[in-house]
């Protein structure tokens, strides 16, 4: 079932592109507006990565505790007054902890992620140059992933007992009584088999502000929320995989000081 609604979802962003590419293409034609108005531009930026599956539900820790950076480069050119394609690699950490009796799953897993986006800037909507203008994208990824678990401290495994601690023995171990408190040390040393999936098809899409000083730099803030086409990240299979991307970046555009912009 998953599955299918995964493929219907698939279907419908690649039709998203392919009107949305046919769009821009019209839009040229019927304007008359020169691309040489609008050169390729470079982002650098940083983003905030928050995992939504199965492991991290079944807690009650702050949620921001299992967040993790990502780094992305993106290269955009636009076509027309608003849309663009931009292309982005991104490279970063996903992680998920859970703390309740039913589960006490946790992961870390990195992640590289290519995606082909559309993008709609509205900066030249306006009559004036403004300094800030919003912008939306959506597109199509493909993620590449390896996970590892915390259930090591040193050589001794951590066994969870029903008061909360975390023991070196099993709590219905003979010797039980003999066992230590540890303490997780945080050190992802165990490889995950994630069912032998490495990698995945991703649906990426949000919108953001961007701020312009200048004639050639662009400041951007946004977020985009990622569809990922696994149940495996978590190495659970038991739900669905997304993530939100907190960004932070830089841009500038290759164009003549002399140009217009």
Not at 50 to 70: E, I, M, Q, T
Not at 119 to 142: C, H, M, Q, R, Y
Not at 176 to 185: F, L, P, Q
Request: charged fraction near 20%; include cysteine; glycine fraction near 10%.
């Amino acid at each position: 079932m998953t599955t299918k609604l995964n493929m219907k979802k698939l279907l419908s962003v690649l039709f998203f592109l392919i009107n949305a590419s046919a769009s821009f293409s019209q839009e040229k034609e019927e304007t008359g507006w020169d691309e040489d108005q609008h050169k390729p531009s470079i982002m650098l930026g940083v983003s905030g990565l928050k995992f939504f599956g199965y492991v991290g539900s079944n807690s009650d820790l702050n949620p921001l505790l299992d967040a993790r950076l990502g780094y992305f480069l993106a290269i955009e050119q636009r076509f027309g007054k608003i849309l663009g394609v931009e292309l982005t690699g991104m490279y970063g950490k996903l992680a998920g902890t859970d703390n309740s009796k039913i589960s006490h799953l946790n992961f870390e897993s990195t992640i590289m992620q290519g995606s082909l986006m559309i993008t709609a800037n509205f900066n030249k909507v306006f009559k004036e140059d403004p300094l800030v203008s919003p912008f939306i994208n959506v597109g199509i990824g493909f993620m590449s992933f390896s996970s590892y678990g915390d259930i090591l401290r040193g050589t001794d495994s951590l066994h969870y007992w029903s008061d909360g601690s975390i023991r070196d023995l099993s709590e219905t171990a003979p010797n039980s009584g003999a066992a230590t408190i540890i303490k997780r040390d945080y050190k992802y040393e165990t490889t995950l088999k994630t069912n032998g999936v490495s990698s995945a098809l991703v649906i990426p899409f949000g919108g953001g502000l961007n701020f312009h000083f200048g004639r050639k730099w662009t400041a951007s803030i946004g977020a985009n929320y990622n569809m990922c086409m696994t149940e495996w990240i978590d190495n659970t299979g038991k739900s669905g995989n997304a993530y939100l991307a907190a960004n932070v970046g830089i841009q500038y555009e290759f164009k003549k000081g002399s140009n217009k912009s």
